[in-house]
């Protein structure tokens, strides 16, 4: 197994940090790496913004479902799906005439573009002995996430990541078990698992996790947290509103 696999299989979320700065030229190397990531088009369909100011960060900690350790993180970076320069561009070089708007499609094309740009950022934070965390959050409270942002309506905040070196603690936390692969990858045509099949996937995860609760533990805790939480309808809610605005008639119009 070489490093850069072994990095993969090793990193875990981290949420409390060293007080220990990111110096500018590791800052300087993990965006770099974001901006070396995939990209329909080779268009880079994403703004990383990189929040310095105390404030915003106090502030994102509140309206990211109350989570304290964002105030505290040395490094905190917004990633946007962006659309907005680029159809800038082509009013400015091609005029407004019968130029259409972004729709759903730019969106999921810049969604896409967003999210491997963050993840290339989280495994080169890795290679420095970074951790990092995304918080998902940042697509709740869309008036408030806009506004704070200033982001124009061919824009959307897509994750948001939360980087420091872990404490020690942190360093030797065990990584929650993964789905063995067979449980995820199928060939040529999406497997839709019977109910034996289903049940057997979360009680071998139980068993990797070393849980003698079983796996229907597994499922009681998502369904608790993520799907039937509070969250989950601001998060929707939101979604909707971020979607949404890609398909209006441009709003300076």
Known sequence: MNNTIKQLFERKSVRVYQDKPIEAKEKQ????????????????????????????KEKLAKTCDNQPFIAKAPLVLIFVADYQKWYDAFKYYHGEEQMRSPSY????????????????????????GIGSCFIGDIIEQYEVHRELLNLPQYTAPVGML?????????????????????????????????????????????????????????VDDIYNRKWTDPFIEEMSRSSKLWIEQWGKEDEES
Do not use: C, W
Request: proline fraction near 3%.
């Open 162 to 218: 939360v980087m420091g070196y872990p404490t020690e603690q942190q360093q030797h936390r065990t990584k929650p078990a993964r789905f063995d692969s067979k449980y995820v990858v199928s060939v040529d045509r999406y497997e839709k698992f019977d109910d034996e099949k289903l049940v057997k996937m979360f009680d071998d995860r139980a068993v990797l996790a070393n849980r003698s609760s079983g796996g229907r533990s597994f």
């Open 29 to 56: 190397l993990i965006f770099n790496a974001a901006i070396q990531a995939p990209t329909a088009g080779n268009m880079t369909l994403y703004s990383i913004i990189d929040i310095q100011d105390q404030a915003i």
């Open 105 to 128: 499609g730019d969106f999921l094309l810049a969604f896409s573009d967003t999210l491997i740009a963050a993840q290339n950022a989280v495994v080169a934070a890795e290679s420095l």
